[in-house]
């Protein structure tokens, strides 16, 4: 079956530190791969996405390729702010239609701290 | 435009109630998905409806069960209420089922078995 795997933390930094938090997954076919982030006491929000193979999704200053020879979509930031700290989760969406849903990671609870 | 609500936000049940829990979604999608996140697990998806259609299901016993009117307004029901169901429950509609789609979250209920 589908799965996603990232580091789940907390990852601490300071403000305006590089930030990397990565992201593996495991799926039959060609999936799409998303970036959410969830701030405290709040539902989910899409933070970017890519649909096939080198596709770049960015937002907000965030970036991640969809690498399919390493299986990967790494979530990078240049210079992170306070406003930053929530949890990341990386998902995938299998090409066959969606069976089961988005395949979330665990999530990474990113600290930014002045 | 209203996002998606999900009513109620907070709620405290004790084993072998039954709850229900609702979600309104955008104006206009006629998919709802629902997931449960607990710190365990992480979020795993439950079922999605599509036009008062499941579509999909996840890895869930028979005591969670959902339905969709024909607004697009959806419900989640779960019987016999165990301390392991304790978690924030998730609705996602997208103006599409599956695949690709970009899902809008709600805030969530968070459910509380004791």
């Known amino acids: 079956g589908n799965s996603v795997t990232q580091m789940e933390g907390p990852v601490t930094l300071s403000e305006e530190a590089f930030l990397t938090i990565n992201c593996t997954y495991t799926a039959t076919g060609y999936p799409s791969l998303f970036w959410y982030v969830q701030y405290p006491g709040e539902g989910l929000q899409l933070l970017l996405k890519?649909?096939?193979?080198?596709d770049k999704g960015s937002n907000k200053g965030f970036e991640a390729t969809y690498r399919k020879e390493t299986t990967s979509f790494h979530l990078e930031k240049g210079s992170v702010q306070v406003s930053d700290s929530a949890v990341y989760f990386c998902a995938l969406s299998d090409s066959g239609g969606g069976a089961d849903g988005l395949t979330f990671g665990k999530g990474t609870h990113l600290i930014i701290q002045p | 435009k209203a996002g998606v609500t999900q009513t109620p936000r907070y709620l405290i049940k004790t084993r072998g109630q039954q709850v229900t829990l609702s979600c309104s979604p955008i104006s206009g999608h006629r998919s709802v998905s629902w997931y449960q996140q607990t710190p365990g697990q992480g979020l795993q998806f439950l079922f999605e409806y599509f036009s008062e259609t499941q579509r999909n299901k996840g890895n869930f016993p028979g005591r969670f069960s959902g339905r969709q009117f024909s607004n697009s307004r959806s419900e989640m029901n779960v019987s016999t209420l165990e301390l392991g169901d304790s978690a924030l429950y998730l609705c996602?509609?997208?103006?599409?089922?599956?695949?690709?789609?970009?899902?809008?979250f709600g805030a969530g209920s968070r459910l509380t078995v004791l």
């Open positions: 996602a509609s997208s103006a599409r089922g599956s695949g690709a789609n970009v899902l809008t």
């Open positions: 890519a649909t096939k193979a080198d």
